[in-house]
């Protein structure tokens, strides 16, 4: 999986990159096949906004957007949001890889 930490406007230290990091090792837990995670970091007129642009195979790209006044919120809420969208996608996935012919009842007259 290949991380990409980008910031404008401001810069991040070492605990805020590690944070980031962190958060995004635990989306490996979901069992998707993720190549990419993109995250920007933007300072704006009011607060911080954040993006996560997770890429997966075979699949299209989660982007969550996360905006408040402080930078450690507004990572919180959007690594929240982006686990919520990774598990609903990981339970799609799986709910779909059980509908086999196989496993479909037999009914008999």
Do not use: C, W, Y
Not at 22 to 35: N, R, S
Not at 74 to 84: M, T, Y
């Amino acid at each position: 999986m290949n991380v990409q930490i980008r910031a404008k406007d401001l810069n991040l230290n070492d605990h805020v990159k590690s944070h980031i990091q962190t958060a995004v090792e635990t989306f490996k837990k979901f069992q998707l096949d993720i190549t990419t995670v993109n995250v920007n970091v933007v300072a704006e007129k009011k607060g911080v906004s954040i993006e996560f642009d997770i890429h997966i195979a075979h699949a299209t790209p989660v982007v969550i957007n996360q905006s408040d006044d402080v930078l450690d919120v507004a990572i919180d809420l959007a690594i929240d949001r982006a686990s919520k969208a990774l598990r609903r996608l990981h339970d799609k996935m799986i709910s779909k890889q059980k509908d086999t012919i196989k496993e479909m009842p037999v009914i008999e007259e």
